[in-house]
């Protein structure tokens, strides 16, 4: 049936706000690259040849087809041809100007998409849905191991891929809620950055973070005041990457600790500046761990073994290590070597290795020396034997050149102990 002017004028009022609004969310819901959704409605009165009523004229633009799908399609031809003459030319522009949005009943009405409600994460779902949807594994609300978290946890997950252990973590329980409670981006990537530009490699970030796992709790301001305060000593910044892997915790002190710690060693032992930085760089656990170890081996080397200071300053800057070691290791080389070698304290000065190495190699070479009658550990005498050697070298190198005998000779001789 044909609308008359007086109609179409009514429906062109009620509905110009609510056909603005809905080309509005067609733009937002279809709209395709390279397709323009317009809204714009153009009215403009015409008055026929016939002049029996007023005709009125519709702009259409890039969405005419969905102009076209709201009219009735029992319209007769006469009428169609009558509202297609009196149309701006903008409709007669090629067809390839005008693109139809995909997926749009024909049947569908601007005023039917109005009534069209938002999607809601609360609008039920039929059973056939509900059967489709596949849930996670739930969250478990407490574990003995942090395996059960790695699948839920961005942050465990590149943590693994970064080589940490967290088996190893995991025995430590503030330790393993302290992770979960992390965001990699927020809270790990800038430590990440800082321990990189510091000059630990991305093999050595795993293990780094292993031993260290409260690093992530620390201020990162903090960190670089303590780097600073390192490069103000002179320390080099690879001497400092150097420090830090050998010693995870390093950074974790205060600059007050570190600065007692350096002096401490520097007037306790009555080493120079410099001494005093190579010492700490060769073994930087003298910064971290406790001084009561190297507070006993002072009176060891002072009052049992008997050392001299400047002996004791000789023997540390080459073995750093005696200064933490087992006191009970210490004196019974010590012993062995000075009492049943009959080695002199300014030999054993000389060569401090010894303390550096086990018991029963010292006991089994020079027992194999004196059975072939080699054992001469005067520098002064013929068929002299360095105990640099003696407890270093090989035992192919030891029989041959030192012994003169075979290595089976010497397996042979091991076996009558």
Same mark, same amino acid.
């Given at each position: 049936?044909?609308?008359?002017?007086?109609?179409?004028?009514?429906?062109?009022?009620?509905?110009?706000?609510?056909?603005?609004?809905?080309?509005?969310?067609?733009?937002?819901?279809?709209?395709?690259?390279?397709?323009?959704?317009?809204?714009?409605?153009?009215?403009?009165?015409?008055?026929?040849?016939?002049?029996?009523?007023?005709?009125?004229?519709?702009?259409?633009?890039?969405?005419?087809?969905?102009?076209?799908?709201?009219?009735?399609?029992?319209?007769?031809?006469?009428?169609?041809?009558?509202?297609?003459?009196?149309?701006?030319?903008?409709?007669?522009?090629?067809?390839?100007?005008?693109?139809?949005?995909?997926?749009?009943?024909?049947?569908?009405?601007?005023?039917?998409?109005?009534?069209?409600?938002?999607?809601?994460?609360?609008?039920?779902?039929?059973?056939?849905?509900?059967?489709?949807?596949?849930?996670?594994?739930?969250?478990?609300?407490?574990?003995?191991?942090?395996?059960?978290?790695?699948?839920?946890?961005?942050?465990?997950?590149?943590?693994?891929?970064?080589?940490?252990?967290?088996?190893?973590?995991?025995?430590?329980?503030?330790?393993?809620?302290?992770?979960?409670?992390?965001?990699?981006?927020?809270?790990?990537?800038?430590?990440?950055?800082?321990?990189?530009?510091?000059?630990?490699?991305?093999?050595?970030?795993?293990?780094?973070?292993?031993?260290?796992?409260?690093?992530?709790?620390?201020?990162?301001?903090?960190?670089?005041?303590?780097?600073?305060?390192?490069?103000?000593?002179?320390?080099?910044?690879?001497?400092?990457?150097?420090?830090?892997?050998?010693? +995870?915790? @390093? /950074?974790?002190? #205060?600059? %007050?600790?570190?600065?007692?710690?350096?002096?401490? *060693?520097?007037? !306790? $032992?009555?080493?120079?500046?410099?001494?005093?930085?190579?010492?700490?760089?060769?073994? +930087?656990? @003298? /910064?971290?761990? #406790?001084? %009561?170890?190297?507070?006993?081996?002072?009176?060891? *080397?002072?009052? !049992? $073994?008997?050392?001299?200071?400047?002996?004791?300053?000789?023997?540390?800057?080459?073995? +750093?290590?005696? /200064?933490?070691?087992?006191?009970?290791?210490?004196?019974?080389?010590?012993?062995?070597?000075?009492?049943?070698?009959?080695?002199?304290?300014?030999?054993?000065?000389?060569?401090?290795?010894?303390?550096?190495?086990? /018991?029963?190699?010292?006991?089994?070479?020079?027992?194999?020396?004196?059975?072939?009658?080699?054992?001469?550990?005067?520098?002064?005498?013929?068929?002299?034997?360095?105990?640099?050697?003696?407890?270093?070298?090989?035992?192919?190198?030891?029989?041959?050149?030192?012994?003169?005998?075979?290595?089976?000779?010497?397996?042979?001789?091991?076996?009558?102990?």
């Amino acid at each position: 049936m044909a609308l008359s002017a007086q109609q179409i004028s009514r429906w062109l009022n009620s509905s110009k706000l609510s056909s603005f609004m809905t080309a509005l969310q067609l733009r937002k819901r279809f709209q395709r690259p390279g397709t323009t959704l317009s809204c714009g409605i153009f009215a403009q009165p015409h008055v026929s040849s016939e002049g029996c009523f007023l005709q009125w004229g519709f702009r259409t633009y890039r969405t005419s087809s969905l102009w076209n799908s709201s009219q009735s399609a029992d319209s007769s031809r006469q009428e169609i041809n009558c509202a297609q003459s009196t149309l701006l030319p903008s409709v007669n522009e090629p067809s390839q100007r005008t693109r139809k949005i995909p997926g749009l009943d024909s049947e569908l009405s601007l005023e039917g998409l109005d009534d069209v409600p938002p999607l809601s994460p609360l609008q039920p779902i039929s059973d056939e849905e509900a059967v489709q949807i596949i849930a996670g594994p739930p969250l478990p609300p407490s574990s003995v191991t942090l395996r059960d978290y790695v699948d839920h946890s961005e942050t465990l997950r590149k943590l693994v891929l970064l080589g940490v252990d967290l088996s190893k973590i995991e025995k430590h329980p503030d330790a393993a809620n302290l992770l979960l409670r992390l965001d990699f981006e927020r809270d790990i990537k800038q430590m990440l950055l800082f321990l990189k530009d510091l000059g630990i490699e991305d093999t050595q970030l795993g293990p780094f973070l292993t031993k260290n796992y409260a690093f992530f709790s620390e201020d990162l301001e903090n960190l670089k005041t303590r780097v600073a305060y390192l490069q103000s000593k002179n320390f080099s910044k690879a001497d400092i990457a150097q420090m830090v892997r050998n010693a +995870p915790f @390093l /950074l974790s002190f #205060s600059v %007050e600790r570190l600065d007692n710690r350096l002096g401490f *060693f520097q007037k !306790e $032992l009555e080493l120079s500046v410099k001494k005093t930085r190579d010492l700490v760089i060769r073994l +930087p656990r @003298l /910064l971290t761990g #406790s001084l %009561e170890p190297v507070k006993e081996n002072m009176k060891v *080397f002072r009052l !049992e $073994l008997g050392f001299q200071q400047n002996e004791i300053q000789h023997m540390i800057t080459k073995i +750093p290590k005696m /200064l933490t070691a087992n006191k009970r290791k210490l004196t019974e080389i010590f012993d062995y070597v000075h009492n049943v070698m009959c080695v002199p304290h300014h030999i054993i000065v000389r060569f401090p290795q010894v303390f550096n190495t086990r /018991l029963f190699k010292v006991k089994e070479r020079h027992l194999f020396l004196a059975y072939l009658g080699r054992a001469q550990y005067d520098p002064t005498k013929p068929n002299y034997i360095s105990l640099d050697k003696l407890v270093s070298v090989p035992d192919g190198i030891f029989c041959e050149g030192m012994a003169k005998a075979s290595v089976r000779d010497f397996e042979k001789f091991l076996k009558t102990l």
